[in-house]
């Protein structure tokens, strides 16, 4: 039962969740705090929380956050997890809820979002950003290009850290540029770019730290990690105490700071993001540049004018920056001023060159941070995605001195302020419209009227500022507090010391001008603001600048920028510029807010400074958060959802409700008791202005559930198991039905793929035709020797498939041979003499083939014992009945052919009528065709021999493969088309004639020639 409903808005709190957790610590959302106008309640509330380790409260979707100063093991990956696709309310207050909450609704709402964090230095709005975007790598799908994205998003941040963090007395990793960060996910949410914006980088940190604070961190990695050989090249001692620049604040080492290890990490991290080793090179001549550049010392002429002393410096700067030493040396003890058209060289005095060294410095860092972010954006670059946005700037500030820097930050807050403002009211509005619900103005205080007082055309403070830039003449400091009294001075959130009364007069200094901001007041010194607004570099060092040979300086320092005799933008106008297009992209977006809160000054675990934090609360607005957000209604719930849970404490709506669902949840708050005031109904939600209203209801439910008894518990218990149980199915049924898409996914891009080179897309679609070949040849194996089908093989696999059916045929043949009795053999080799002799030679051949040779055709009883007896010791190998034809008159006379292991007998009842001698047998015809007529020729010299044979057998083939077998003749059966030849004794010759006819004949012809018909599909 616990749910959130999505409000235009973002996420509305769900009560019940809220209210089981009410009694732990404190409540999860101060919405729930019954006095909510208290601040002192408020701050209770974040202490009881904050000494049980909860850092986290909400306001509504607002999360506030407080600075644990310890690692606190809720940023695992089981926590991530855990808070993976959850309703925002389902589980404690946590940064991955907001995350979660903000890809999600890009992904299902599909609009760009944004995360806006903000807080005083030091309250972990870096450490939020990282972790949002840590939550994002491990939690979103990917891929192997993601995997780079991935890393150079997270890689992005050392990178930055090192240039752009330094130690601060508030914090020792303090970022000193404000930040926005595009995190792009394609339409599978994975992420695929970034985009990074930088604003207003403190570039005054190069040359000046106060007492206690550092520079950059890079100078003081490069120095301590840095190889011996690279600190050569770069003319660099490890030792930061040598450069005037990293000693301005006397700490050139923190605690808790390893700059050596750092700088290992930063370089990892510089090549993942795509620097080339020459691009590294020069960066880091840059670098080490800005050091010689401070180390760079004057000594005064009698006539005041500045001279170079250390001439070292110079020759490295030449190399380091690629520019001609003498040209440089000039330009750092000179101004050049264009009067009527005429160059004009004049010398500066010491103060003047040195404030020139410095503005040089803190021009050539400046540029090359912002040169590395647009490196860094090129890496990420990214088209078409949906996006998260992250906001991780600078809070509200404070110090003893303001100055210009104070100015511009808290100008920056009062813009977000209002952005805020604007976005929560008009999301609060339209669902009351939504709703129909008639919407009941909120007062807060509109800060327009501050942004107005400080970017107005004309009016304002930095137009006013920028006139007194631009001025010739004596403009100065005090000419600008001047002017704002002049011209602003009747504001009603602006103040001097001479305009203001005595009381606050004692607590404002005569240099100073204060502002009433939304979040309180704050005095700005003007000293320096001038300077620092002009921000200008003298020309001739912007010119030695432009003939570098350093490629990063190129394109940091351009030539048309010399060329263009308009005056550069000032500092406040292009942060007036920069932030009113921040404005625009956060306006674009769905905004979420997380709120940072430092706990104590001393950087320490457990330490709840109220003072510290009651400034903060203050100065964030958290007050005024609580107070919009409460303004109308503390909660609203869908009928339904409302319905469902608090059913069981009016007789008319439980077990269940029939009608309308608006109906029944006015019957319920009717029966309760709701006032008209405590409630309103909407359209499709209930809406209720008091959180008390709700406790009551709340526990009124708990004691109800003790009396609904045993039966009811066991219903609900069976509810609820059976409610497990079929989200488990429809896990398993969702599991198969993507696991069943992916595999037709895969499929289709495989067969896309199928005639390229094996690759990612088409091995899973190559690898299933191999194995469907494979199987389907394993059902499909030819059975018999003689079987000669085999599958068709995919391309890739015919020579396997080849070798495959040889491997096969060859076992098949193996084993058969080796099932062959010696009877069948025998058999089967009289059948290959046959094949020899007659296959495709004579047309009754293929009859004979399937039918089996016999051993003989006549056994002993059948032959006539004196023939046997005549034939002696002979042995009979074959005896089959035949047809003889006379030699004249070609009458038929019957006999028996027998086949001893000498010679071929032709016997007529108990006489031996013929012998032919193997080794006489000259040779054996036959026709082509299907008749069973053969001649045994014999040689005519033979007197012994009446002439040749013409005989006939019904099994032709077996007869004469026994006959070329027993007289070793198979070379010697000649097969006839036509007609035969053969002699009959006394020289004289007769000629058989084949053809072929409907019936057997055999008989003289009117010719003398045998004729010999055979049927077309003759016996044998
Ligand atoms: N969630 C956290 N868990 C543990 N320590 C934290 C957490 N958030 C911040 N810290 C600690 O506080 C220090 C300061 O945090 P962080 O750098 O994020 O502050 P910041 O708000 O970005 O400050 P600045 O405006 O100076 O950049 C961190 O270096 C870290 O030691
Ligand atoms: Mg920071």
Redesign the pocket.
């Given at each position: 039962f616990l749910r959130r409903t999505l409000g235009s808005d973002g996420v509305r709190i769900t009560m019940e969740s809220a209210l089981t957790a009410r009694d732990r610590v404190g409540v999860q959302d101060f919405v729930l705090l019954e006095n909510h106008t208290s601040e002192a309640a408020f701050i209770e509330n974040l202490r009881k929380r904050f000494k049980e380790n909860l850092?986290y409260t909400y306001i509504g979707s607002v999360l506030v956050?407080v600075?644990?100063?310890?690692?606190?093991e809720i940023y695992t990956k089981n926590h991530m997890e855990r808070y993976r696709g959850i309703n925002f309310y389902e589980v404690s207050p946590h940064i991955y809820a907001v995350s979660d909450n903000s890809y999600r609704s890009m992904r299902t709402e599909r609009r760009d979002q944004c995360i806006l964090i903000s807080?005083?230095?030091?309250?972990?709005?870096?450490?939020?950003s990282k972790?949002i975007l840590q939550y994002y790598a491990v939690t979103c799908p990917a891929s192997d290009q993601v995997e780079t994205v991935k890393d150079r998003l997270l890689q992005s941040n050392p990178v930055l850290e090192a240039f752009g963090?330094a130690k601060?007395l508030?914090?020792?990793?303090?970022?000193r540029f404000g930040k926005y960060m595009d995190i792009q996910f394609d339409f599978k949410g994975a992420p695929v770019g970034g985009h990074i914006l930088n604003y207003l980088l403190e570039k005054s940190r190069v040359v000046h730290q106060n007492h206690g604070e550092r520079n950059f961190h890079i100078f003081y990695q490069l120095i301590e990690g840095g190889e011996e050989d690279l600190l050569r090249r770069l003319g660099l001692e490890r030792n930061p105490q040598q450069y005037q620049y990293l000693v301005k604040g006397n700490c050139p080492k923190v605690s808790s700071i390893n700059d050596r290890s750092d700088w290992k990490v930063v370089r990892k991290a510089l090549s993942v993001i795509g620097f080339s080793e020459d691009e590294v090179e020069e960066l880091l001549n840059i670098i080490a540049s800005v050091l010689h550049l401070g180390n760079i010392q004057y000594g005064g002429e009698d006539s005041g004018n500045a001279y170079i002393t250390t001439d070292t410096q110079i020759k490295y700067l030449a190399r380091l920056l690629g520019v001609d030493g003498l040209v440089l040396k000039e330009a750092l003890t000179h101004k050049k001023i264009i009067a009527k058209g005429e160059e004009l060289k004049s010398p500066l005095n010491l103060e003047q060159a040195s404030s020139a060294r410095d503005a040089l410095s803190k021009a050539v860092y400046g540029r090359t941070f912002t040169w590395l972010v647009n490196k860094i954006n090129v890496s990420l670059a990214y088209k078409n995605a949906s996006v998260i946005g992250l906001l991780?700037i600078?809070?509200f500030e404070v110090f003893q001195h303001n100055s210009f820097e104070q100015f511009c930050i808290n100008y920056c807050n009062e813009k977000l302020q209002q952005l805020f403002i604007e976005l929560t009211l008009k999301s609060e509005q339209d669902e009351y419209e939504a709703e129909g619900i008639t919407w009941e103005p909120v007062q807060y205080f509109n800060n327009k009227i501050i942004c107005d007082l400080v970017e107005e055309k004309f009016k304002g403070i930095i137009s006013i500022l920028d006139e007194e830039c631009l001025r010739p003449g004596d403009a100065s400091d005090i000419t600008f507090l001047e002017k704002l009294e002049n011209t602003v001075g009747g504001h009603a959130h602006l103040t001097t010391h001479k305009l203001t009364d005595g009381k606050t007069r004692k607590v404002m200094g005569r240099e100073e001008f204060r502002l009433l901001h939304y979040a309180g007041e704050v005095n700005y010194n003007v000293n320096g603001f001038l300077d620092k607004n002009n921000d200008l570099l003298f020309r001739n060092l912007k010119e030695v600048m432009c003939m570098s040979d350093n490629k990063i300086l190129t394109q940091c320092f351009d030539r048309a920028e010399l060329k263009d005799s308009r005056r550069p933008e000032t500092a406040a106008t292009q942060f007036k510029t920069s932030l009113a297009k921040l404005m625009e992209i956060l306006m674009s977006k769905e905004p979420s807010y997380v709120r940072?809160i430092k706990p104590n000054d001393a950087?320490q675990a457990g330490r709840f400074d109220e003072v510290l934090i009651r400034h903060q609360v203050k100065y964030l607005g958290l007050m005024e958060n609580l107070r919009v957000r409460r303004a109308g209604f503390a909660y609203r719930r869908h009928y339904e959802t409302f319905l469902q849970r608090y059913k069981s404490l009016c007789p008319e709506t439980w077990p269940s409700w029939q009608g309308k669902l608006a109906d029944g949840v006015s019957t319920l708050v009717k029966h309760l008791g709701y006032k008209p005031e405590e409630y309103k109904l909407g359209r499709s939600k209930i809406f209720i202005r008091f959180p008390k209203t709700l406790f009551a209801t709340e526990d009124a439910l708990e004691t109800r559930k003790h009396s609904l008894g045993e039966r009811e518990s066991h219903v609900s218990h069976a509810v609820v198991v059976q409610a497990w149980w079929k989200g488990i199915l429809a896990c398993r049924r969702a599991r198969r039905r993507r696991e069943a898409a992916n595999t037709i996914r895969r499929f289709i891009k495989g067969f896309i793929y199928r005639h390229n080179e094996r690759c990612p897309e088409n091995e899973y679609f190559l690898d299933y035709v191999r194995y469907s070949f494979l199987m389907k040849l394993r059902r499909n194996l030819p059975k018999t020797v003689l079987d000669k089908s085999w599958p068709t093989p995919p391309t890739a696999l015919i020579e396997a498939s080849e070798r495959l059916r040889k491997l096969y045929m060859q076992n098949m043949v193996w084993g058969y041979c080796k099932r062959i009795n010696p009877e069948w053999k025998h058999q089967l080799e009289q059948k290959m003499v046959a094949s020899e002799i007659f296959k495709n030679k004579k047309d009754n051949y293929p009859q004979s083939v399937p039918k089996l040779f016999v051993g003989t055709r006549l056994n002993g009883e059948e032959i006539n014992p004196k023939v046997l007896q005549s034939l002696g010791s002979e042995k009979m190998k074959y005896a089959v009945p035949v047809t003889k034809y006379d030699r004249k008159g070609y009458k038929a006379r019957p006999r028996q052919l027998l086949l001893t292991s000498n010679s071929a007998v032709i016997v007529e009842e108990a006489k031996l009528k013929q012998r032919i001698d193997y080794a006489a047998l000259k040779g054996i015809s036959v026709s082509s065709l299907s008749d069973g007529v053969f001649v045994l020729h014999v040689p005519t010299e033979d007197k012994k021999q009446k002439g040749d044979v013409v005989l006939q057998s019904d099994h032709i083939i077996e007869t004469l493969t026994k006959v070329a077998i027993c007289a070793d003749k198979v070379n010697s059966i000649n097969i006839n088309q036509g007609s035969i030849t053969f002699t009959m004794g006394q020289g004289r010759e007769g000629i058989i004639d084949f053809t072929s006819g409907s019936e057997l004949l055999v008989a003289k012809a009117k010719n003398g020639h045998l004729s010999v018909v055979s049927r077309n599909n003759g016996g044998i």
């Open positions: 850092i956050s600075n644990p100063y310890k690692d606190l807080g005083e230095s030091g309250a972990g709005k870096t450490e939020a972790k963090n601060t508030r914090n020792d990793n303090s970022s991780d600078y809070g940072c950087k």
